[in-house]
Nanobody
Framework: QVRLLESGGGSVQAGGSLRLSCAVS????????VGWFRQGPGKEREAVASLDYFFDRTHYADSVKGRFTISQDDVANTVDLRMAGLRPEDTAMYYC???????????????WGQGTQVTVSS
């Protein structure tokens, strides 16, 4: 059974940093595409970043390029999202997800975590 569990969310002031972590069980993260998504209040869910270790591919939404970094820990089987220079518009529920097809296409992520809240105040 595949399970994803996010942690690390919280409240910070604009310009601050947070590190989100996604613990994956039932799959080895380096064999699949794992991504982070977010959904802000009144907004649609959007893809934030994705990582396919096998093909050495990463992808970032334009809104987070240069501020967010996705990485994985093979030993812990986690995928982290380091967020710096946070802005109020980054406020959202953040979810990690796993794509078993390894396409990294947003519509192919099949397994999802419960989410962790990030709130950025101005």
């Amino acid at each position: 059974q595949v399970r994803l569990l996010e942690s690390g969310g919280g409240s910070v002031q604009a310009g601050g940093s947070l590190r989100l972590s996604c613990a994956v069980s039932g799959r080895t993260v380096r064999d699949y595409c794992v991504g982070w998504f977010r959904q802000g209040p009144g907004k649609e869910r959007e893809a934030v970043a994705s990582l396919d270790y096998f093909f050495d591919r990463t992808h970032y939404a334009d809104s987070v390029k240069g501020r967010f970094t996705i990485s994985q820990d093979d030993v812990a089987n986690t995928v982290d999202l380091r967020m710096a220079g946070l802005r109020p518009e980054d406020t959202a529920m953040y979810y990690c997800a796993l794509d078993p097809t390894r396409s990294c296409n947003s519509d192919r992520f099949q397994y999802w975590g419960q989410g962790t809240q990030v709130t950025v105040s101005s």
